[in-house]
Nanobody
């Protein structure tokens, strides 16, 4: 199994930045593709970004493309999400997830963190 713990969430004004981290433990982190998802109150969990095991391939939701950057450091067993130019619509609980396969579908991810709250004020 892979255990995932997110951190870095908080309250930020519109236009500001936050960097989320996801620390992994358990099985070899570098063997897993990883992704970020978010869920606003009353809404489904949506794809944000995903990255391949090596970090060479990344995918982004259209709503965050050009503002968010996903990256990983396999030596530190950590996944990151740099979020810039934040908007109130980005407010949600952000989750990291891991799976052997690179996918944007949340239903296909086996391992999940507990989530971290991001709130963007206008």
């Amino acid at each position: 199994q892979v255990q995932l713990v997110e951190s870095g969430g908080g309250l930020v004004q519109a236009g500001g930045s936050l960097k989320l981290s996801c620390a992994a433990s358990g099985r070899t982190f570098s063997a897993y593709a990883t992704g970020w998802f978010r869920q606003a109150p009353g809404k489904q969990r949506d794809f944000v970004a995903a990255i391949s095991t090596s970090g060479e391939t990344t995918y982004y939701a259209d709503s965050v493309k050009g503002r968010f950057t996903i990256s990983r450091d396999n030596a530190k067993n950590t996944l990151y999400l740099q979020m810039n130019s934040l908007k109130p619509d980005d407010t949600a609980v952000y989750y990291c997830a891991a799976d052997p396969r690179l996918t944007t579908a949340p239903s296909l991810y086996h391992y999940w963190g507990q989530g971290t709250q991001v709130t963007v004020s206008s």
